[in-house]
Protein backbone atom coordinates (compact mmCIF):
# COMPACT_ATOMS: atom_id res chain seq x y z
CA UNK A 1 0.00 0.00 0.00
CA UNK A 2 1.25 3.15 -1.19
CA UNK A 3 1.57 6.36 1.12
CA UNK A 4 -1.41 8.72 -0.03
CA UNK A 5 -1.38 10.49 3.38
CA UNK A 6 -0.58 14.52 1.89
CA UNK A 7 -0.26 17.78 4.00
CA UNK A 8 -1.43 20.90 2.58
CA UNK A 9 -0.51 24.17 3.62
CA UNK A 10 -1.11 22.76 7.19
CA UNK A 11 -4.24 20.22 6.77
CA UNK A 12 -3.55 16.77 7.16
CA UNK A 13 -5.19 14.56 4.59
CA UNK A 14 -5.49 10.81 4.80
CA UNK A 15 -5.75 11.17 0.81
CA UNK A 16 -5.58 13.98 -1.25
CA UNK A 17 -9.04 13.50 -2.68
CA UNK A 18 -10.82 16.32 -1.80
CA UNK A 19 -14.73 17.13 -2.51
CA UNK A 20 -15.65 20.09 -4.43
CA UNK A 21 -17.47 23.20 -3.12
CA UNK A 22 -21.17 23.05 -4.14
CA UNK A 23 -21.46 19.60 -5.64
CA UNK A 24 -21.22 18.01 -1.88
CA UNK A 25 -23.52 19.81 -0.01
CA UNK A 26 -22.72 20.17 3.99
CA UNK A 27 -21.59 16.43 3.30
CA UNK A 28 -24.45 14.99 5.53
CA UNK A 29 -26.58 15.06 2.09
CA UNK A 30 -23.79 12.07 1.13
CA UNK A 31 -23.71 10.39 4.04
CA UNK A 32 -25.93 7.30 3.41
CA UNK A 33 -24.06 6.87 0.23
CA UNK A 34 -20.61 7.20 0.62
CA UNK A 35 -17.99 7.00 3.86
CA UNK A 36 -17.20 10.38 4.82
CA UNK A 37 -14.48 9.63 6.40
CA UNK A 38 -12.40 8.50 3.69
CA UNK A 39 -12.40 12.13 1.80
CA UNK A 40 -9.53 14.16 2.28
CA UNK A 41 -11.43 17.18 3.45
CA UNK A 42 -14.98 17.92 2.17
CA UNK A 43 -15.33 22.03 0.95
CA UNK A 44 -18.69 22.67 1.84
CA UNK A 45 -21.03 25.32 -0.06
CA UNK A 46 -20.31 29.27 -0.81
CA UNK A 47 -20.77 30.65 1.96
CA UNK A 48 -21.59 34.83 2.19
CA UNK A 49 -22.05 37.42 5.45
CA UNK A 50 -25.64 37.92 4.91
CA UNK A 51 -27.89 35.27 3.17
CA UNK A 52 -28.51 34.79 -0.59
CA UNK A 53 -31.50 33.72 -2.32
CA UNK A 54 -29.32 32.70 -5.82
CA UNK A 55 -30.81 33.39 -9.06
CA UNK A 56 -34.07 32.34 -10.49
CA UNK A 57 -34.76 28.97 -11.95
CA UNK A 58 -33.31 27.30 -14.42
CA UNK A 59 -30.17 27.08 -13.10
CA UNK A 60 -28.78 23.86 -14.91
CA UNK A 61 -28.55 22.91 -18.37
CA UNK A 62 -26.27 20.02 -19.44
CA UNK A 63 -23.77 19.81 -21.96
CA UNK A 64 -21.33 17.39 -23.91
CA UNK A 65 -19.44 16.35 -21.47
CA UNK A 66 -20.28 18.78 -18.97
CA UNK A 67 -23.04 20.94 -16.94
CA UNK A 68 -23.80 24.69 -17.29
CA UNK A 69 -24.93 25.86 -13.54
CA UNK A 70 -25.58 29.72 -12.54
CA UNK A 71 -26.53 29.00 -8.55
CA UNK A 72 -25.61 32.57 -7.51
CA UNK A 73 -24.12 31.37 -4.20
CA UNK A 74 -27.46 30.36 -2.72
CA UNK A 75 -26.73 29.91 0.83
CA UNK A 76 -28.52 31.12 4.05
CA UNK A 77 -25.70 33.09 5.58
CA UNK A 78 -22.73 32.68 7.73
CA UNK A 79 -24.66 33.48 11.08
CA UNK A 80 -26.84 30.98 9.88
CA UNK A 81 -23.98 28.29 9.00
CA UNK A 82 -22.40 28.91 12.78
CA UNK A 83 -25.40 28.43 14.52
CA UNK A 84 -27.15 25.90 12.64
CA UNK A 85 -24.86 23.91 10.56
CA UNK A 86 -21.43 23.95 12.29
CA UNK A 87 -22.87 21.96 15.24
CA UNK A 88 -23.86 19.34 12.96
CA UNK A 89 -20.57 18.84 10.89
CA UNK A 90 -17.85 19.89 13.22
CA UNK A 91 -17.53 16.53 14.77
CA UNK A 92 -17.40 14.64 11.09
CA UNK A 93 -14.05 12.22 11.20
CA UNK A 94 -12.93 14.30 8.17
CA UNK A 95 -11.50 18.06 7.51
CA UNK A 96 -14.31 19.99 6.71
CA UNK A 97 -13.44 23.22 4.66
CA UNK A 98 -15.78 26.58 4.60
CA UNK A 99 -15.52 28.11 1.06
CA UNK A 100 -16.25 31.65 1.55
CA UNK A 101 -17.66 33.93 -1.31
CA UNK A 102 -18.67 37.73 -1.03
CA UNK A 103 -18.87 41.00 -3.10
CA UNK A 104 -16.63 43.64 -1.13
CA UNK A 105 -13.60 42.54 0.06
CA UNK A 106 -15.43 43.63 3.66
CA UNK A 107 -17.82 41.21 3.65
CA UNK A 108 -15.54 38.46 2.66
CA UNK A 109 -13.27 39.83 5.78
CA UNK A 110 -16.57 40.17 8.03
CA UNK A 111 -17.87 36.13 6.93
CA UNK A 112 -13.74 34.87 7.06
CA UNK A 113 -13.67 36.65 10.56
CA UNK A 114 -16.42 34.41 11.94
CA UNK A 115 -15.71 31.22 10.73
CA UNK A 116 -11.76 31.72 12.54
CA UNK A 117 -13.66 30.98 15.77
CA UNK A 118 -14.75 27.85 14.77
CA UNK A 119 -12.57 25.09 16.03
CA UNK A 120 -13.08 22.58 13.90
CA UNK A 121 -13.27 24.29 10.66
CA UNK A 122 -9.25 24.16 9.98
CA UNK A 123 -9.02 26.05 6.52
CA UNK A 124 -11.35 28.02 4.45
CA UNK A 125 -11.20 28.16 0.19
CA UNK A 126 -11.64 31.68 -0.59
CA UNK A 127 -14.03 32.08 -4.10
CA UNK A 128 -12.65 35.05 -6.25
CA UNK A 129 -14.15 33.08 -8.81
CA UNK A 130 -17.50 32.45 -8.83
CA UNK A 131 -19.33 33.62 -12.24
CA UNK A 132 -22.91 33.84 -11.39
CA UNK A 133 -23.25 36.67 -9.27
CA UNK A 134 -23.45 40.24 -10.50
CA UNK A 135 -21.28 42.48 -8.30
CA UNK A 136 -18.01 40.45 -7.13
CA UNK A 137 -17.15 36.63 -6.93
CA UNK A 138 -15.33 36.61 -10.33
CA UNK A 139 -15.06 40.35 -10.61
CA UNK A 140 -11.74 40.07 -7.92
CA UNK A 141 -10.54 36.93 -9.66
CA UNK A 142 -10.30 38.38 -12.97
CA UNK A 143 -7.39 41.25 -11.76
CA UNK A 144 -4.69 40.75 -10.19
CA UNK A 145 -5.03 43.92 -7.51
CA UNK A 146 -8.86 42.60 -6.96
CA UNK A 147 -7.85 39.34 -5.95
CA UNK A 148 -4.98 41.03 -3.72
CA UNK A 149 -6.82 42.97 -2.18
CA UNK A 150 -9.90 40.40 -1.36
CA UNK A 151 -7.07 38.02 0.16
CA UNK A 152 -5.08 40.66 2.18
CA UNK A 153 -8.57 42.07 3.56
CA UNK A 154 -9.33 38.02 4.51
CA UNK A 155 -5.60 37.67 5.63
CA UNK A 156 -6.24 40.62 8.21
CA UNK A 157 -9.02 38.95 10.05
CA UNK A 158 -8.47 34.81 9.48
CA UNK A 159 -5.73 32.97 10.62
CA UNK A 160 -5.57 29.94 9.77
CA UNK A 161 -4.75 28.47 6.37
CA UNK A 162 -6.44 30.06 3.30
CA UNK A 163 -6.67 28.25 -0.37
CA UNK A 164 -7.77 30.76 -2.71
CA UNK A 165 -10.09 29.35 -5.41
CA UNK A 166 -8.63 30.63 -9.19
CA UNK A 167 -10.88 31.63 -11.96
CA UNK A 168 -9.83 30.47 -15.51
CA UNK A 169 -11.59 33.33 -17.09
CA UNK A 170 -8.15 35.47 -17.06
CA UNK A 171 -5.50 36.35 -19.22
CA UNK A 172 -2.80 34.96 -17.23
CA UNK A 173 -3.91 32.81 -14.42
CA UNK A 174 -0.14 32.78 -13.08
CA UNK A 175 -0.24 36.63 -12.62
CA UNK A 176 -3.16 36.14 -10.27
CA UNK A 177 -1.49 33.45 -8.98
CA UNK A 178 1.51 35.20 -8.23
CA UNK A 179 -0.83 38.24 -7.08
CA UNK A 180 -2.51 35.98 -4.13
CA UNK A 181 0.25 34.40 -2.95
CA UNK A 182 2.23 37.10 -2.38
CA UNK A 183 -0.76 38.48 -0.08
CA UNK A 184 -0.53 35.33 2.10
CA UNK A 185 -2.84 32.96 0.75
CA UNK A 186 -1.48 29.72 1.83
CA UNK A 187 -2.80 27.58 -1.17
CA UNK A 188 -4.43 27.38 -4.48
CA UNK A 189 -7.54 25.45 -5.74
CA UNK A 190 -6.95 25.60 -9.42
CA UNK A 191 -10.09 26.15 -11.38
CA UNK A 192 -13.37 27.49 -10.74
CA UNK A 193 -15.70 27.27 -13.78
CA UNK A 194 -15.66 28.11 -17.21
CA UNK A 195 -17.98 30.65 -17.89
CA UNK A 196 -20.46 29.47 -20.55
CA UNK A 197 -23.97 29.35 -22.18
CA UNK A 198 -26.21 27.33 -23.66
CA UNK A 199 -29.15 28.36 -26.07
CA UNK A 200 -32.60 26.27 -26.40
CA UNK A 201 -32.84 26.80 -30.37
CA UNK A 202 -36.62 26.06 -30.10
CA UNK A 203 -37.69 28.77 -27.55
CA UNK A 204 -35.09 31.02 -29.17
CA UNK A 205 -33.54 31.66 -25.56
CA UNK A 206 -30.62 30.63 -23.17
CA UNK A 207 -31.18 27.51 -21.34
CA UNK A 208 -30.47 29.48 -17.96
CA UNK A 209 -31.92 32.01 -15.89
CA UNK A 210 -29.29 34.66 -16.27
CA UNK A 211 -27.96 33.39 -19.82
CA UNK A 212 -24.88 32.52 -18.75
CA UNK A 213 -23.08 30.23 -16.31
CA UNK A 214 -20.10 28.01 -15.14
CA UNK A 215 -19.03 25.02 -17.17
CA UNK A 216 -17.93 21.94 -15.23
CA UNK A 217 -17.50 18.08 -15.76
CA UNK A 218 -15.03 16.39 -17.57
CA UNK A 219 -15.25 18.93 -20.34
CA UNK A 220 -12.88 21.24 -19.10
CA UNK A 221 -10.70 18.97 -17.76
CA UNK A 222 -7.76 20.15 -20.10
CA UNK A 223 -8.37 23.59 -19.58
CA UNK A 224 -7.57 22.99 -15.72
CA UNK A 225 -4.73 20.44 -16.26
CA UNK A 226 -3.19 23.40 -18.35
CA UNK A 227 -3.80 26.48 -15.46
CA UNK A 228 -2.32 23.78 -12.86
CA UNK A 229 1.13 23.11 -14.72
CA UNK A 230 1.21 27.27 -15.36
CA UNK A 231 0.78 28.26 -11.78
CA UNK A 232 2.57 25.73 -10.43
CA UNK A 233 5.37 26.90 -12.46
CA UNK A 234 4.80 30.64 -10.98
CA UNK A 235 3.96 29.98 -7.44
CA UNK A 236 5.72 28.26 -4.10
CA UNK A 237 2.49 27.33 -2.24
CA UNK A 238 0.76 24.05 -3.31
CA UNK A 239 -2.14 23.91 -5.21
CA UNK A 240 -5.52 21.78 -5.35
CA UNK A 241 -6.18 20.66 -8.90
CA UNK A 242 -9.95 20.35 -10.00
CA UNK A 243 -12.46 20.64 -13.11
CA UNK A 244 -13.96 17.54 -14.83
CA UNK A 245 -11.93 14.91 -12.34
CA UNK A 246 -13.75 11.54 -12.77
CA UNK A 247 -11.06 9.35 -12.22
CA UNK A 248 -8.09 8.09 -10.33
CA UNK A 249 -6.20 8.53 -14.06
CA UNK A 250 -7.70 12.35 -14.26
CA UNK A 251 -6.75 12.53 -10.40
CA UNK A 252 -3.15 11.18 -11.37
CA UNK A 253 -2.88 14.03 -14.91
CA UNK A 254 -3.29 16.87 -12.08
CA UNK A 255 -1.04 15.41 -9.44
CA UNK A 256 1.62 15.38 -12.15
CA UNK A 257 0.96 19.18 -13.50
CA UNK A 258 2.11 20.27 -9.89
CA UNK A 259 -1.28 19.34 -7.86
CA UNK A 260 -0.50 17.96 -4.12
CA UNK A 261 -4.05 17.33 -3.92
CA UNK A 262 -7.24 17.16 -5.40
CA UNK A 263 -11.08 18.22 -6.07
CA UNK A 264 -13.78 15.94 -7.10
CA UNK A 265 -16.87 18.40 -8.45
CA UNK A 266 -19.64 17.27 -10.89
CA UNK A 267 -18.58 13.55 -10.81
CA UNK A 268 -19.95 13.79 -7.24
CA UNK A 269 -23.58 13.90 -9.18
CA UNK A 270 -22.98 10.92 -10.81
CA UNK A 271 -21.48 8.77 -8.70
CA UNK A 272 -21.79 10.18 -5.30
CA UNK A 273 -19.39 7.45 -3.67
CA UNK A 274 -16.81 9.00 -6.64
CA UNK A 275 -14.62 10.48 -4.61
CA UNK A 276 -13.29 7.54 -2.40
CA UNK A 277 -13.26 5.31 -5.48
CA UNK A 278 -10.97 7.48 -6.95
CA UNK A 279 -9.01 7.12 -3.95
CA UNK A 280 -8.55 3.43 -4.04
CA UNK A 281 -7.61 4.14 -7.29
CA UNK A 282 -4.73 6.11 -6.88
CA UNK A 283 -3.60 3.49 -4.59
CA UNK A 284 -3.74 1.02 -6.86
CA UNK A 285 -1.82 2.64 -9.90
CA UNK A 286 0.52 3.89 -7.10
CA UNK A 287 1.65 0.69 -6.44
CA UNK A 288 1.35 -1.39 -9.77
CA UNK A 289 3.63 1.65 -10.56
CA UNK A 290 5.88 1.11 -8.00
CA UNK A 291 5.86 4.10 -5.71
CA UNK A 292 5.88 4.67 -2.16
CA UNK A 293 4.09 7.62 -1.92
CA UNK A 294 1.91 10.22 -3.90
CA UNK A 295 4.18 12.82 -2.82
CA UNK A 296 6.43 11.47 -6.07
CA UNK A 297 4.48 12.15 -8.61
CA UNK A 298 3.22 15.50 -8.03
CA UNK A 299 4.52 17.92 -10.51
CA UNK A 300 6.09 14.81 -12.25
CA UNK A 301 6.30 16.57 -15.60
CA UNK A 302 7.45 20.13 -14.31
CA UNK B 1 -34.67 8.01 5.19
CA UNK B 2 -31.88 5.75 4.18
CA UNK B 3 -30.77 6.34 0.86
CA UNK B 4 -29.07 3.50 -1.53
CA UNK B 5 -27.04 3.70 -4.98
CA UNK B 6 -27.73 0.12 -6.24
CA UNK B 7 -27.18 -2.32 -9.12
CA UNK B 8 -30.77 -3.49 -9.79
CA UNK B 9 -31.70 -6.28 -12.61
CA UNK B 10 -33.69 -5.28 -15.33
CA UNK B 11 -36.41 -8.42 -15.46
CA UNK B 12 -38.89 -7.28 -17.82
CA UNK B 13 -38.95 -4.47 -20.03
CA UNK B 14 -42.56 -3.61 -22.11
CA UNK B 15 -42.88 -1.95 -25.16
CA UNK B 16 -46.09 0.02 -24.38
CA UNK B 17 -45.30 2.62 -27.49
CA UNK B 18 -42.82 3.88 -29.55
CA UNK B 19 -42.52 6.23 -26.63
CA UNK B 20 -43.29 4.85 -23.70
CA UNK B 21 -41.12 2.20 -22.40
CA UNK B 22 -42.05 0.41 -19.00
CA UNK B 23 -39.13 -1.19 -17.20
CA UNK B 24 -39.30 -3.67 -13.75
CA UNK B 25 -36.22 -3.74 -11.82
CA UNK B 26 -35.55 -6.32 -9.67
CA UNK B 27 -33.09 -7.20 -6.59
CA UNK B 28 -31.69 -9.97 -5.13
CA UNK B 29 -32.04 -8.37 -1.76
CA UNK B 30 -35.48 -6.90 -0.72
CA UNK B 31 -36.21 -3.44 -2.14
CA UNK B 32 -36.10 -0.56 0.49
CA UNK B 33 -39.31 1.12 2.07
CA UNK B 34 -40.11 3.57 -0.48
CA UNK B 35 -42.62 6.15 -0.46
CA UNK B 36 -45.25 6.65 -3.05
CA UNK B 37 -44.29 10.06 -4.93
CA UNK B 38 -40.32 9.45 -4.86
CA UNK B 39 -38.04 9.10 -7.44
CA UNK B 40 -34.53 7.27 -8.33
CA UNK B 41 -31.76 8.98 -9.86
CA UNK B 42 -31.06 6.84 -12.48
CA UNK B 43 -27.33 6.49 -14.31
CA UNK B 44 -27.54 6.69 -18.13
CA UNK B 45 -26.29 3.51 -19.83
CA UNK B 46 -24.66 5.43 -22.55
CA UNK B 47 -21.93 7.65 -22.90
CA UNK B 48 -23.74 10.51 -24.59
CA UNK B 49 -25.49 11.97 -21.34
CA UNK B 50 -23.43 13.14 -18.31
CA UNK B 51 -25.85 13.51 -15.54
CA UNK B 52 -28.05 10.81 -14.30
CA UNK B 53 -31.88 10.86 -15.41
CA UNK B 54 -35.17 11.75 -12.34
CA UNK B 55 -37.61 9.39 -12.75
CA UNK B 56 -40.32 8.81 -10.47
CA UNK B 57 -41.37 5.53 -9.23
CA UNK B 58 -44.60 4.28 -10.99
CA UNK B 59 -44.99 1.23 -8.47
CA UNK B 60 -43.50 -1.29 -6.11
CA UNK B 61 -44.43 -5.32 -6.68
CA UNK B 62 -43.41 -6.31 -3.18
CA UNK B 63 -45.23 -9.61 -3.82
CA UNK B 64 -42.29 -9.87 -6.74
CA UNK B 65 -39.62 -7.56 -5.25
CA UNK B 66 -40.14 -5.58 -8.41
CA UNK B 67 -39.53 -1.91 -8.80
CA UNK B 68 -41.20 -0.65 -11.92
CA UNK B 69 -40.33 2.75 -13.68
CA UNK B 70 -42.60 4.44 -16.55
CA UNK B 71 -40.02 6.04 -18.92
CA UNK B 72 -40.63 8.82 -21.62
CA UNK B 73 -38.46 8.03 -24.33
CA UNK B 74 -37.58 11.86 -25.23
CA UNK B 75 -33.66 12.54 -24.97
CA UNK B 76 -30.66 10.60 -25.71
CA UNK B 77 -30.59 9.51 -21.56
CA UNK B 78 -33.95 8.20 -21.27
CA UNK B 79 -33.93 6.79 -24.53
CA UNK B 80 -30.57 4.87 -23.40
CA UNK B 81 -33.05 3.78 -20.39
CA UNK B 82 -35.22 3.03 -22.65
CA UNK B 83 -33.59 0.29 -24.99
CA UNK B 84 -32.06 -1.96 -22.09
CA UNK B 85 -33.11 -5.13 -21.97
CA UNK B 86 -33.93 -8.16 -19.56
CA UNK B 87 -30.44 -8.79 -17.53
CA UNK B 88 -29.20 -5.55 -18.05
CA UNK B 89 -28.28 -3.50 -14.70
CA UNK B 90 -29.37 -0.15 -14.14
CA UNK B 91 -27.66 2.06 -11.36
CA UNK B 92 -30.03 3.66 -9.24
CA UNK B 93 -29.45 6.21 -6.41
CA UNK B 94 -32.52 5.91 -4.31
CA UNK B 95 -35.52 6.36 -2.74
CA UNK B 96 -35.55 10.39 -3.15
CA UNK B 97 -37.96 13.17 -2.28
CA UNK B 98 -40.55 13.40 -0.29
CA UNK B 99 -43.37 11.64 -1.82
CA UNK B 100 -47.17 12.53 -1.72
CA UNK B 101 -48.98 12.88 1.43
CA UNK B 102 -50.02 10.00 4.07
CA UNK B 103 -53.78 9.13 4.25
CA UNK B 104 -55.00 12.30 6.23
CA UNK B 105 -58.49 10.41 7.43
CA UNK B 106 -60.38 6.79 7.03
CA UNK B 107 -62.97 7.13 3.86
CA UNK B 108 -61.11 10.04 2.21
CA UNK B 109 -62.06 10.91 -1.51
CA UNK B 110 -58.93 11.71 -2.96
CA UNK B 111 -58.66 12.48 -6.95
CA UNK B 112 -55.32 11.63 -8.78
CA UNK B 113 -55.11 13.47 -11.78
CA UNK B 114 -52.32 13.15 -14.19
CA UNK B 115 -51.42 13.58 -17.96
CA UNK B 116 -48.14 12.15 -19.87
CA UNK B 117 -45.79 10.56 -18.28
CA UNK B 118 -46.78 12.17 -15.15
CA UNK B 119 -49.70 9.53 -14.46
CA UNK B 120 -46.50 7.43 -13.33
CA UNK B 121 -46.31 7.74 -9.52
CA UNK B 122 -50.60 7.86 -8.97
CA UNK B 123 -50.01 4.25 -9.58
CA UNK B 124 -48.40 3.74 -6.40
CA UNK B 125 -50.23 6.38 -4.53
CA UNK B 126 -53.62 5.32 -5.80
CA UNK B 127 -52.52 2.15 -4.61
CA UNK B 128 -51.00 2.85 -1.44
CA UNK B 129 -54.21 5.22 -0.42
CA UNK B 130 -56.25 2.24 -1.33
CA UNK B 131 -54.53 -0.41 1.13
CA UNK B 132 -54.44 2.39 3.35
CA UNK B 133 -58.28 3.04 4.00
CA UNK B 134 -58.85 5.87 1.57
CA UNK B 135 -60.62 5.99 -1.22
CA UNK B 136 -58.99 7.18 -4.67
CA UNK B 137 -59.87 7.68 -8.00
CA UNK B 138 -58.06 9.11 -10.90
CA UNK B 139 -58.77 11.38 -13.60
CA UNK B 140 -56.04 10.81 -16.21
CA UNK B 141 -55.56 12.62 -19.62
CA UNK B 142 -54.19 12.44 -22.30
CA UNK B 143 -54.06 13.52 -26.35
CA UNK B 144 -55.73 10.55 -27.89
CA UNK B 145 -56.45 7.07 -26.54
CA UNK B 146 -53.42 5.67 -28.05
CA UNK B 147 -51.48 7.77 -25.40
CA UNK B 148 -53.50 6.40 -22.05
CA UNK B 149 -50.99 4.05 -20.37
CA UNK B 150 -51.34 1.13 -18.40
CA UNK B 151 -55.31 1.74 -18.00
CA UNK B 152 -55.79 -1.82 -16.99
CA UNK B 153 -53.22 -1.37 -13.93
CA UNK B 154 -55.00 1.97 -12.47
CA UNK B 155 -58.53 0.65 -13.43
CA UNK B 156 -57.96 -2.31 -10.99
CA UNK B 157 -56.76 -0.21 -8.16
CA UNK B 158 -59.98 2.66 -8.62
CA UNK B 159 -62.39 4.20 -10.49
CA UNK B 160 -60.57 6.14 -13.81
CA UNK B 161 -62.09 8.89 -15.33
CA UNK B 162 -60.33 9.67 -18.53
CA UNK B 163 -60.20 12.81 -20.86
CA UNK B 164 -58.70 13.08 -24.41
CA UNK B 165 -58.05 15.89 -26.59
CA UNK B 166 -59.87 14.43 -29.75
CA UNK B 167 -62.90 12.49 -27.75
CA UNK B 168 -61.02 8.95 -28.83
CA UNK B 169 -61.29 7.90 -25.39
CA UNK B 170 -63.36 8.99 -22.35
CA UNK B 171 -64.98 12.80 -22.60
CA UNK B 172 -63.63 15.20 -25.12
CA UNK B 173 -60.55 17.86 -23.63
CA UNK B 174 -58.76 18.76 -20.99
CA UNK B 175 -58.73 16.86 -17.72
CA UNK B 176 -59.86 20.38 -16.00
CA UNK B 177 -63.39 19.83 -18.04
CA UNK B 178 -63.86 16.59 -17.35
CA UNK B 179 -67.62 16.51 -15.64
CA UNK B 180 -66.37 14.44 -12.47
CA UNK B 181 -64.92 17.77 -11.14
CA UNK B 182 -68.50 19.60 -11.30
CA UNK B 183 -70.42 16.23 -10.02
CA UNK B 184 -68.24 15.02 -7.18
CA UNK B 185 -66.73 15.96 -3.90
CA UNK B 186 -63.36 15.17 -3.53
CA UNK B 187 -61.38 15.79 0.12
CA UNK B 188 -58.21 16.48 -1.24
CA UNK B 189 -56.46 16.24 -4.87
CA UNK B 190 -53.18 15.46 -6.20
CA UNK B 191 -51.51 15.75 -9.60
CA UNK B 192 -48.62 15.47 -12.05
CA UNK B 193 -48.10 15.96 -15.42
CA UNK B 194 -47.30 18.94 -17.36
CA UNK B 195 -46.56 21.82 -15.43
CA UNK B 196 -49.48 24.22 -17.06
CA UNK B 197 -51.95 20.91 -16.27
CA UNK B 198 -50.75 21.00 -12.69
CA UNK B 199 -51.28 24.84 -12.51
CA UNK B 200 -54.83 24.20 -14.28
CA UNK B 201 -55.82 21.80 -11.45
CA UNK B 202 -54.27 23.78 -9.03
CA UNK B 203 -56.40 26.87 -10.21
CA UNK B 204 -59.79 24.91 -10.14
CA UNK B 205 -58.74 23.28 -6.12
CA UNK B 206 -58.01 26.61 -5.07
CA UNK B 207 -61.14 27.93 -6.68
CA UNK B 208 -63.26 25.33 -4.98
CA UNK B 209 -61.12 25.30 -1.72
CA UNK B 210 -59.85 21.95 -2.01
CA UNK B 211 -56.31 20.89 -0.71
CA UNK B 212 -53.88 20.31 -3.56
CA UNK B 213 -50.84 18.90 -3.96
CA UNK B 214 -48.65 18.57 -7.38
CA UNK B 215 -45.62 16.47 -7.98
CA UNK B 216 -43.09 18.97 -9.86
CA UNK B 217 -40.25 17.79 -12.60
CA UNK B 218 -37.78 20.63 -12.21
CA UNK B 219 -34.49 19.54 -13.78
CA UNK B 220 -31.82 18.24 -11.86
CA UNK B 221 -28.37 17.31 -11.08
CA UNK B 222 -27.23 15.71 -7.38
CA UNK B 223 -30.79 14.78 -6.74
CA UNK B 224 -29.77 15.08 -2.94
CA UNK B 225 -30.14 18.79 -2.60
CA UNK B 226 -26.57 19.30 -2.32
CA UNK B 227 -25.90 21.48 -6.07
CA UNK B 228 -29.53 23.72 -5.48
CA UNK B 229 -29.91 23.84 -9.65
CA UNK B 230 -33.65 22.33 -9.42
CA UNK B 231 -35.14 25.38 -6.96
CA UNK B 232 -38.54 26.39 -7.02
CA UNK B 233 -39.84 29.13 -5.72
CA UNK B 234 -41.77 29.20 -2.26
CA UNK B 235 -43.23 31.33 0.54
CA UNK B 236 -39.89 29.73 1.87
CA UNK B 237 -38.18 31.35 -0.52
CA UNK B 238 -35.95 28.70 -3.41
CA UNK B 239 -36.39 25.42 -1.76
CA UNK B 240 -34.87 22.28 -3.31
CA UNK B 241 -37.13 20.49 -5.47
CA UNK B 242 -35.36 16.97 -5.48
CA UNK B 243 -35.46 17.18 -0.98
CA UNK B 244 -37.81 19.26 -0.34
CA UNK B 245 -40.03 18.19 -3.08
CA UNK B 246 -40.83 17.05 -5.25
CA UNK B 247 -44.42 17.20 -3.80
CA UNK B 248 -45.74 20.40 -2.45
CA UNK B 249 -48.84 21.73 -1.05
CA UNK B 250 -50.29 24.30 -3.68
CA UNK B 251 -50.61 27.12 -0.68
CA UNK B 252 -46.63 26.91 -0.34
CA UNK B 253 -45.93 27.69 -4.26
CA UNK B 254 -45.65 31.24 -5.60
CA UNK B 255 -47.86 30.48 -8.65
CA UNK B 256 -49.92 32.74 -10.25
CA UNK B 257 -53.59 30.50 -10.40
Same mark, same amino acid.
Given at each position: MADINVNIAGI????PVMTASGTFGYGLEYADLVNLEDIGAIIVKGTTFNARQGNDYPRMAETPSGMLNCVGLQNKGVKYFCKHIYPKIKDLKTNMLVNVSGSAPEDYAQCAEQINELEHIPAIELNISCPNVKQGGMAFGVTTTGAASVVKAVRAVYHKPIIVKLSPNVTSIADIARAVQDEGADALSCINTLMGMSIDIERRRPRLSISTGGLSGPAVKPVAVRCVWQVAQAVKIPIVGLGGISSAEDAIEFMMAGASAVQVGTANFINPAISVKISQGINDWLDNHGYRSVQEIVGAIL | MRKYQKNLIVSEVEHLSEKYVLLKLTDNEPLPEIHPGQFVEVLTPNSKTLLRRPISV???DRDNNKLWLLIAMIGDGTKAIGSLRPGDLLNLVFPLGNGFSPVQKVGEEVLLVGGGVGIAPLLEYGKYLKENGAKPSFLLGARTAADLLLIDKFESIAKVYITTEDASAGEKGFVTQHSVLQKKNFDRISVCGPKPMMMAIAGYAKQANIPCEVSLENMMA #????? #?? #?CVEKTVKGNVCVCTEGPVFNINDLTWQI
Open positions: QMKT | NYV #CGLGA #CL #C
